[in-house]
C-alpha cells in the first residue's frame, strides 16, 4: 500500500501532519512534530509580538472532543521564522502559520517571511474564534477579499489560508468566489475550530473554561461532519487549489473520509493533543489497513472520489 502523495507537487510519504495550535509552540514541541511519522506539520499561529494568550483553564478535553479557548499564546513570528531557517526541509514540508491581530501586521510578516531563506508554506490563518473583541476573518467576505489582496501582491509565492466553518450553501459560494480570485492562493485549509460552542458541566453546573465566560472552539468528533463538508465544498468549487483537511480525524477511517471528500493532507488537533504523536503511527497503520480491504493501493485511487446518491 503507498500512501504517498503530492503537495504543490512536492512528495510527500504520507498525507499526515499536525493541526497548527497543537504540539508546535515551542522548538521542543515542533522537534517532537519533525520527529513523528507525519509527513508534514505547521507552527501554532503567531503574531508581531510574543503573547502569553488567555487565562487558564483554556483547554478542556470533553469525550467527544475538546474545546479551547487559548487566545493566540505564541512566541512572536521572528521564533517561527527563525525554525524555519534552520530546519531541515527535506526531512518535512514545514507550513508557518500567521494570524496578525491586524491586517498592517499580517503585511508586515509577510514582509520578513518573504525575505527569508529558507521560508516555509505561508498560511494565513483568518479563523481564530478566541481573541476576546477580535471577529473572525472569514466571516467578513470583503475584510478577507482586501486580506487576501494585500497578502498575494505582499507575497509574491504560493500561499494558503486557514478557514473556519461555514453552514451555508451561501456562504460556500461567497468564499470560494473570493477565493478564486487569487491564483497564487494555493491551498486552503477547512476548518478551524467551530468556533463559540459553551460547554457546561452539570454537577458543578459551571462552564469549562475561564476565558469570555466559557465560550471557546470546538474539536475532535463533535466537528467531523462539518469539517468534511466544507472539505468537499471547497474541493468542488476551488478545483485549482488543494484541499487540506482538519477536524475530527482520531483514527484511519476520519482520514479515509477526508481523502474521500477531497483532502490532499489531513490534520490531526485534537487527538493529536490528547494522544501524542504516536497518534500518526497508529493512523497510518488504520488508513493502511483501509485501503488494503478496499483493494486500493494509492491514495489517488480514491481522493476526491466521494460518491452521491
Ligand atoms: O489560539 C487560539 O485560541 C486558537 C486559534 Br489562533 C485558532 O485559530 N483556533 C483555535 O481553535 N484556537
Redesign the pocket.
Given at each position: 500500500t503507498d500512501l504517498t502523495c503530492l503537495f504543490l507537487g512536492q512528495p510527500l510519504a504520507n498525507p499526515l501532519m499536525n493541526a497548527?495550535?497543537v504540539c508546535c509552540r515551542t522548538t521542543t514541541e515542533l522537534d517532537t512534530l519533525a520527529s513523528s511519522a507525519a509527513a508534514a506539520m505547521v507552527t501554532k499561529?503567531c503574531t508581531l509580538e510574543p503573547r502569553t494568550?488567555n487565562p487558564e483553564p483554556r483547554y478542556s478535553s470533553l469525550p467527544l472532543g475538546s474545546i479551547?479557548?487559548?487566545?493566540?499564546?505564541n512566541e512572536g513570528y521572528q521564533y517561527y521564522l527563525d525554525y524555519a531557517e534552520r530546519f531541515d526541509h527535506e526531512r518535512k514540508l514545514l507550513f508557518l502559520s500567521i494570524?496578525g491581530l491586524t491586517l498592517d501586521d499580517n503585511v508586515e510578516m509577510i514582509a520578513a517571511i518573504r525575505e527569508a531563506v529558507n521560508p516555509a508554506l505561508l498560511e494565513v490563518?483568518l479563523?481564530?474564534?478566541?481573541v476576546p473583541g477580535k471577529p473572525q476573518t472569514g466571516y467578513d467576505f470583503e475584510a478577507m477579499d482586501e486580506l487576501l489582496d494585500e497578502v498575494n501582491d505582499a507575497y509574491k509565492r504560493p500561499f494558503g489560508v486557514?478557514l473556519p466553518p461555514y453552514f451555508d450553501i451561501s456562504h460556500f459560494d461567497a468564499a470560494a468566489e473570493v477565493l478564486n480570485r487569487y491564483p497564487r492562493l494555493a491551498f486552503v485549509t477547512c476548518i478551524?475550530?467551530v468556533g463559540n460552542g459553551l460547554v457546561i458541566d452539570p454537577d458543578t453546573e459551571s462552564v469549562v473554561i475561564k476565558p469570555k465566560d466559557g465560550f471557546g472552539?470546538l474539536g475532535g468528533a463533535y466537528v467531523l461532519p462539518t469539517a468534511l463538508a466544507n472539505v468537499n465544498a471547497f474541493y468542488r468549487r476551488c478545483p485549482d487549489k488543494q484541499i487540506i483537511g482538519c477536524g475530527g480525524v482520531q483514527s484511519g477511517t476520519e482520514a479515509f473520509l477526508h481523502l474521500l471528500a477531497g483532502a490532499s493532507l489531513v490534520q490531526i488537533g485534537t487527538a493529536l493533543y490528547e494522544e501524542g504523536p504516536a497518534v500518526f503511527d497508529r493512523v497510518l497503520g488504520e488508513l493502511t489497513a483501509i485501503m488494503a480491504s478496499k483493494g486500493y493501493t494509492s491514495i489517488d485511487a480514491f481522493r476526491g472520489k466521494l460518491k452521491t446518491l
Open positions: 497548527s495550535g499561529s494568550g479551547n479557548s487559548m487566545g493566540l499564546p494570524s490563518n479563523s481564530c474564534p478566541n486557514k478551524n475550530s472552539g
